[in-house]
């Protein structure tokens, strides 16, 4: 079946430094790729998403390409900032586009930056 | 445009009594989904609804948990008989077609 496969945290990093959050998904299909984020106490909201191969995603600074060949959506940003402190989750939704159907998620990773 | 409700924020029970978990969907999206976030997990998904209709419910456990998304009113997970492997954070999300997804706040629900 549909899985996703995300790094293991947490991740602590410094101000500025650069952040990559490794994510590689089973499925079958073409399925669309999300990165959602979830700052404490609150729900996810989508970061960024990108439904085909080779689209990259971006929002905030944070950009993902969505890789066939090696079935990965790796999340990275040039340079973190205190306020980017989250538990960031990866997930893959095999309907197209993502808007129904259900969505499958990574574990999360939680990253704490540092000032 | 209020985004998805959810509440309560935080709900407590005791074992044995029955939680109700109310998801009131963006205006104009007529899809709720229903996630469940145990400690230190990622979210699973439990059922998929369409207003009167149960869609997909493949991630919901067999017994005391049941979902509904009347014509009027918000959606409801209701939980019967809770345990404390209840306790957790459940997520509401809604969408319509050919747009994504919107999460709500969740409910923190924690069975002593």
């Known amino acids: 079946g549909n899985s996703v496969t995300q790094m293991e945290g947490p991740v602590t990093l410094s101000e500025e430094a650069f952040l990559t959050i490794n994510c590689t998904y089973t499925?079958?299909?073409?399925?669309?790729l999300f990165w959602y984020v979830q700052y404490p106490g609150e729900g996810l909201q989508l970061l960024l998403k990108?439904?085909?191969?080779?689209d990259k995603g971006s929002n905030k600074g944070f950009e993902a390409t969505y890789r066939k060949e090696t079935t990965s959506f790796h999340l990275e940003k040039g340079s973190v900032q205190v306020s980017d402190s989250a538990v960031y989750f990866c997930?893959?939704?095999?309907?197209?586009?993502?808007?129904?159907?259900?969505?499958?998620f990574g574990k999360g990773t939680k990253l704490s930056v540092k000032p | 445009n209020a985004g998805v409700m959810q509440n309560p924020r935080h709900l407590v029970r005791r074992r044995g009594q029955e939680a109700r978990l109310r998801c009131s969907p963006m205006?104009?999206?007529?899809?709720v989904y229903w996630y469940r976030q145990l400690p230190e997990e990622g979210l699973k998904f439990m059922v998929y609804?369409?207003?009167?209709?149960?869609?997909?419910e493949s991630g919901m456990p067999k017994e005391r948990f049941s979902a509904e998304f009347p014509k009027e009113g918000p959606s409801i997970l209701r939980i019967q008989q809770v345990v404390r492997g209840d306790s957790a954070a459940y997520f509401c999300?809604?969408?319509?077609?050919?747009?994504?997804?919107?999460f709500g706040s969740g409910t923190r629900l924690t069975v002593v």
């Open positions: 609804l369409q207003k009167e209709n149960i869609i997909d």
């Open positions: 999300a809604s969408s319509s077609p050919g747009y994504g997804y919107t």
């Open positions: 990108a439904t085909k191969a080779d």
């Open positions: 499925a079958t299909g073409y399925p669309s």
């Open positions: 997930a893959l939704s095999d309907r197209n586009g993502g808007s129904q159907g259900n969505l499958i």
């Open positions: 205006k104009g999206h007529s899809h």
